[in-house]
C-alpha cells in the first residue's frame, strides 16, 4: 500500500484473524491475546494526557502577542491555556483513525470523554479534603479549580468536535480512495477546530453565565475576538502537524500497523 494508505493491489483475504490481531491489536479495540502494541498504546497514551492537561489548564486565559494587529483579533491572541494542548488531540486522533479505523477511533475519543469526569471527581475531591495548612489548600483550589463554565464549555466542545473529526476525516478518506492523507488531516481538523472553538467560546463565556448566573457574559465583540484569534492558531496547528501525521504514520505502518483495518477496508 501507499504511504497514504491506498491498497496496495494485494488479494486482501482475510486470514484467521490470528495474525493481524497480534501485530495492531485488531480493528475495534484492544482485544486478543497478545497485549496492546506499543505505537498504538502511545497513540492512544498521548491522547489522554493532552486531553486530562487540557482540562487542567483551560481556565488560565493567555495573551500571546502578535507581530501585526489583526481586525477583530487586535495585537494579541487570547486563548485558554488549555488550546495547544487540546490541538495536540486532534493530531493523535487522526493518527489513530488512519491506522486503526473509524469505529476504533470513536471509541477512544467517547472513553476519553467519560475519563474526563473521572478527572473532575478526582480533582474536586481532593480539592474538597481538609488540607493540613488551610492557606496552601486555597491556593490549591485557586489554581486547579476550573470555573464552571468552563467546565460546561469545553466537555460539551470536546464531544462534539472530536466526533465530527473522526466523521469527516473517514468521509473524505473513503472519497479519495484512501489517497491524500494532507486533505483529511488538514480539512477534518480545521472543520472540528472550529466547530470547537465556537461551541466553547458560546458556553463558557456567554450561555453559561447568561443561564447559570455564574460570572458575566463577555460583549460580543470580545468573544468574537476570542472566537478568531483561537481559531486562526488552531488552525496554524492543523497545518504544521501534517507533517508528523505522515511520520507517525509510515513509521507505525512499517512496523505492521493498521494492516487488519486496511484489509477489512479494502473488503468493505
Not at 97 to 125: C, D, H, I, P
Not at 141 to 167: E, F, M, R
Not at 173 to 199: F, H, P
Request: aromatic share 8%; charged share 10%.
Amino acid at each position: 500500500m501507499t504511504s497514504e494508505g491506498a491498497p496496495d493491489g494485494g488479494s486482501g483475504a482475510p486470514d484467521d484473524g490470528a495474525s493481524s490481531r497480534a501485530t495492531d491489536g485488531g480493528v475495534d479495540g484492544f482485544g486478543g491475546a497478545d497485549a496492546l502494541p506499543a505505537g498504538r498504546l502511545a497513540i492512544v497514551a498521548l491522547f489522554v494526557t493532552a486531553l486530562v492537561t487540557a482540562q487542567l489548564t483551560a481556565s488560565k486565559l493567555l495573551a500571546v502577542p502578535l507581530p501585526v494587529t489583526l481586525p477583530v483579533v487586535g495585537p494579541e491572541v487570547v486563548m485558554p491555556g488549555a488550546a495547544l494542548a487540546y490541538a495536540l488531540t486532534f493530531f493523535a486522533s487522526d493518527c489513530y483513525s488512519e491506522l486503526y479505523g473509524k469505529r476504533a477511533a470513536q471509541t477512544m475519543v467517547n472513553v476519553a470523554f467519560g475519563m474526563n469526569f473521572v478527572v473532575l471527581v478526582l480533582v474536586w475531591s481532593t480539592i474538597s479534603a481538609p488540607a493540613v495548612d488551610p492557606e496552601f489548600g486555597e491556593r490549591f483550589a485557586a489554581v486547579l479549580a476550573p470555573g464552571t463554565n468552563v467546565i460546561l464549555g469545553s466537555l460539551a466542545a470536546y464531544v462534539v468536535s472530536q466526533n465530527w473529526d473522526v466523521v469527516v476525516f473517514h468521509r473524505i478518506r473513503e472519497y479519495t480512495n484512501g489517497e491524500m492523507l494532507w486533505l483529511r488531516n488538514v480539512a477534518s481538523t480545521a472543520s472540528s477546530q472550529a466547530i470547537d472553538t465556537v461551541i466553547f467560546v458560546g458556553i463558557a463565556f456567554v450561555l453559561a453565565p447568561t443561564l447559570l448566573g455564574i460570572g458575566q457574559p463577555l460583549p460580543t465583540s470580545v468573544v468574537l475576538s476570542l472566537v478568531v484569534g483561537q481559531y486562526l492558531l488552531k488552525l496554524l496547528v492543523a497545518l504544521v502537524d501534517t507533517p508528523f501525521v505522515y511520520a507517525v504514520v509510515g513509521y507505525l505502518r512499517s512496523r505492521g500497523h493498521g494492516t487488519n483495518y486496511e484489509r477489512s477496508a479494502t473488503l468493505d
